[in-house]
């Protein structure tokens, strides 16, 4: 959850830091210098990646492999399905480039909807590459019939980055108990290794309707939780302080989803795709002490065209057009390089990779 001064100082200055200004020294979305963390100010755009003729591609996590590549583990489904066929068809594959500025060259399909009754049947999606403990650690989701209740977060694991991958029977982690806040499924993993144990956030959101405290209807309110283990394997323990972070109680049923946690200089660093706390084009950063009590959330990046990237006009089929999503790091000794984030759009006006360096 949030941390009591932070929360209630944010709370008090929403309603005058959260309103786009109109066009300010060449911007197009212009906030108060507070909200930006340092991390924002530090992002040069590279370009798109991973543009692939006939496909949407989205979810894609870097990691540099021991030949000194990148490897890029992605989502990708057939175009012909629409922005939403992720949910009955997305497959998750391996490209790989000499640097992070590519260009990648395709390698194959990692994981592949298995149909036949398994949890996994009809999608995997949310792929996180993690090397833990000597194996590389593909964290990832799947849906047993297209439908995001049955969303449940797996776990495959490999000795290399070129397999062979060891694909999990049941899922991870499962959803909380109908009336719980996690009771609808289990997405977006972000995975650390923390003081020996094996920490798992989790996305969730509650099935049934509910008022919040300004008396408006809730549903589908997107939050995060964690789970800890003693092995990489499980099994994983929510906390009893769940869920970690709550936006919920800011009202307007603000919510936020795609985070991306990493640990420096002592702190919890968190990265994901606001919905409504600023506005759905930017995206968020937060930091923490414990993994468990967060500050109030800063701007972590903005819309394409606000770092000057050109693009033709939306086609009616995009409604997300220009904006960044699934933010995820390419990390060198712990550190963060690379920004990898989705992104509607590109050369076959699908979606694909942008990549931004971390000066």
């Known amino acids: 959850m949030l941390t009591r001064r932070t929360f209630l100082t944010g709370l008090a200055l929403a ?22 963390s340092s991390f924002s100010k530090h992002l040069k755009p590279v370009g798109r990646a991973l543009e692939l003729e006939g ?50 060259e395709f390698r194959e399909v990692v994981l592949a909807p298995r149909g036949g009754g398994f949890w996994d ?18 964290f990832f989701m799947g849906t047993s019939n297209g439908k995001t209740d049955t969303k449940r ?20 982690l499962l959803p909380g108990p109908a009336g719980a806040w996690d009771d609808h499924c289990t997405t977006n993993p972000a995975f650390v290794k923390h003081a020996g144990k094996y920490w798992l956030y989790y996305k969730s959101w509650n099935t049934r309707e509910y008022e919040d405290a300004k008396g408006q209807e809730i549903r589908g309110n997107r939050k995060y939780g964690l789970a800890v283990a ?21 009202g307007h049923n603000k919510q936020f989803e795609d985070a991306f946690v990493w640990q420096q200089h002592g702190k919890f660093h968190l990265l994901a795709r606001d919905m409504g706390v ?32 050109q693009q033709p006009p939306a086609p009616a089929k995009l409604k997300r057009y220009g904006r960044l999503e699934r933010p995820q790091l390419l990390l060198r000794d712990g550190k963060p390089e690379y920004l990898f984030g989705a992104s509607q759009g590109g050369k076959y006006m699908t979606s694909s990779s942008f990549v931004f360096r971390i000066t």
């Open 15 to 36: 309603p005058f830091a959260r309103a786009a200004a109109g066009i300010a020294a060449g911007r197009l979305i212009d906030f108060p210098k507070a909200d930006f």
């Open 55 to 104: 496909y949407y591609v989205w979810c894609n996590s870097p990691i540099y492999g021991p030949d000194g590549k990148v490897h890029v583990f992605f989502s990708r489904w057939e175009a012909s399905r629409g922005m939403g066929g992720w949910l009955r068809g997305s497959e998750i594959c391996r490209a790989v480039a000499d640097s992070p500025a590519g260009p990648f």
């Open 278 to 309: 600023y506005n759905q084009e930017v995206g968020l950063y937060l930091e923490s002490r414990d993994g468990k009590a967060w500050t109030y959330p800063k701007i972590a990046f903005l819309p394409l065209r606000d770092y000057g990237v």
């Open 230 to 250: 003693d092995k990489l394997e499980g099994p994983y323990v929510k906390d009893a302080a769940n869920p970690v972070i709550d936006f919920s109680k800011l």
């Open 153 to 172: 977060i797996g776990l495959a694991t490999a000795p290399s980055l070129e397999g062979p991958w060891t694909r999990p029977d049941e899922p991870l």
């Open 121 to 138: 049947a009809t999608t995997c999606h949310n792929p996180s590459i993690q090397l833990v403990d000597g194996r590389y650690c593909l």
